[in-house]
């Protein structure tokens, strides 16, 4: 029989035998991951650094080639390729004033004509430059007296309702200006001007002596004769349609209007427009537009500041606490007016001619206009350059000083030691 210690033996030298042969195994492991690791990556990396040269050669060669591409698609891309703006979105504007009419036969106040102009169309618009464009029209003739002005119509033109737009609806609207009972401001720039229906897309108007600046007149909102027509003359003015549910045939449609504060020093309003689909120049790029009214311009600064409005308007000038970065353009609107001074020649002074060319030729205008702080377009006729009737012929002198010395002193103005000019005693004065 074999003996318990025996067994006990036999055991442990076999687990004996088993460890070793696992431990030669994981010393020929490795030993082989070491030789392994030796040939094929530390004897590589010396191989590297002996071809270093050829390595650095092919870097650079494909740093060059990168370089040269990102280069060329750059220039290139001006070839291309050009930055324009995308349809869609909603255009936020602030503008100092309140809102109170969006009917462009009330329409006066820069809130209101801004509403007017989204919503209504007109006749004819004013480009920036002061060109006249057709825009309900197609076409426009006038007779060789000047007196008859003829105007053709689009075709494809429909109110925000759904309702067709014909010369029945320009009728209309002129010929509520001329009554008296609308109390219109334009009334006085239709007074006299006799308005014909030719056909659906044609309109006679015949006024009483030629304007050449007539023309400029048909630049006001046309509103429906289908909504309007039952509502009286003078209770037009307080109609719903002016501030509630004003319908035209603009590039956008009237949503609402949300008003906040009682104080009217504090009041502001939101009025909202959707683009119409059914414009009649095509697609309109922005989803909608929102106006935002303020009465002062710290608020409409504050605002801007925020980012809740995009745009403001009526600023006099750019405040400094606004960034000057590229991403805010400043646009300055001339206006088609301008402002002048005219010669009392009732003044015993200002009779004399050479005394009244003489002030226009030593008055500097280009430094007065370099000295506010805006910007100006010089005028140099009683007509704008617009106008149909200015002449580049007949325009104010440029300022020169030695012409207006040589004036004055052939009149018998002479300069005496206070510099002031005296003649027979009395000096050269003016009040402004």
């Given at each position: ?5 025996q ?22 492991a ?8 030796n ?25 060059c ?20 703006p995308t ?6 504007e ?28 007109s006749?004819f618009?004013?480009s ?25 119509l ?11 737009f ?43 002596d ?48 949300e ?13 909202t ?13 922005l ?10 311009e ?32 400043e ?7 301008s402002?002048?001074?005219?010669f ?37 006729s ?50 402004i």
């Open positions: 029989m074999v003996s318990l210690k067994t006990t033996h036999k055991y442990r030298l076999r687990l004996r035998r088993a460890f070793r042969r696992r431990k030669r195994h994981a010393e020929d490795v030993a082989y991951a070491d030789d392994s690791v040939r094929f990556v530390l004897r590589r990396f010396k191989n590297l650094y002996k071809v270093r040269r050829f390595v650095l050669a092919w870097v650079v060669l494909l740093v080639i990168g370089v040269g591409s990102i280069w060329q698609v750059r220039g290139l891309e001006r070839h291309y390729l050009e930055l324009a349809g869609g979105g909603v255009y936020r602030g503008i100092i004033g309140s809102f109170t009419n969006a009917n462009p036969l009330f329409a006066v106040t820069n809130v209101d004509s801004s509403v007017s102009r989204l919503v209504f169309s006749l618009t004013v920036p430059e002061g060109e006249l464009k057709p825009d309900l029209a197609t076409g426009y003739n006038v007779n060789d007296t000047g007196t008859v002005h003829t105007v053709t689009r075709d494809n033109v429909v109110w925000h309702d759904g309702h067709a014909d010369a029945g609806d320009v009728a209309f609207t002129y010929n509520t200006i001329k009554n008296a009972d609308v109390n219109s401001p334009l009334f006085s720039s239709w007074r006299g001007v006799k308005v014909e229906v030719v056909d659906d897309r044609t309109i006679k108007f015949t006024i009483p030629t304007l050449g600046s007539f023309r400029f007149s048909m630049t006001n909102g046309i509103v429906p004769e289908h909504i309007l027509s039952d509502v009286e003359p003078a209770d037009l003015r307080s109609s719903r349609f002016n501030a509630v549910s004003p319908v035209g045939t603009g590039p956008f449609s009237y949503s609402g209007v008003r906040s504060g009682i104080d009217p020093d504090e009041r502001t309003d939101k009025i427009f959707t683009a119409n689909d059914d414009y009649f120049r095509g697609d309109v790029q989803d909608g537009v929102v106006l935002r009214t303020y009465q002062n710290e608020d409409i600064v504050a605002d801007f500041d925020k980012q809740l409005i995009t745009a403001m308007v009526g600023l006099g000038t750019l405040p400094d606490n606004i960034p000057d970065t590229q991403d805010i353009v646009y300055n609107t001339p206006l088609r007016d402002v002048m001074a005219f009392n020649t009732s003044s015993e002074i200002l009779r004399e001619t050479s005394v009244r060319k003489a002030l226009v030729r030593a008055s500097d205008t280009q430094m007065i206009r370099e000295r506010l702080p805006y910007q100006l377009v010089a005028v140099d009683p007509f704008l350059k617009t106008h149909t009737a200015y002449d580049p012929e007949r325009v104010q002198l440029s300022p020169d000083s030695d012409v207006a010395r040589e004036l004055l002193d052939a009149a018998d103005w002479k300069l005496a030691d206070d510099g002031i000019r005296y003649k027979d005693g009395q000096p050269l004065s003016i009040r």
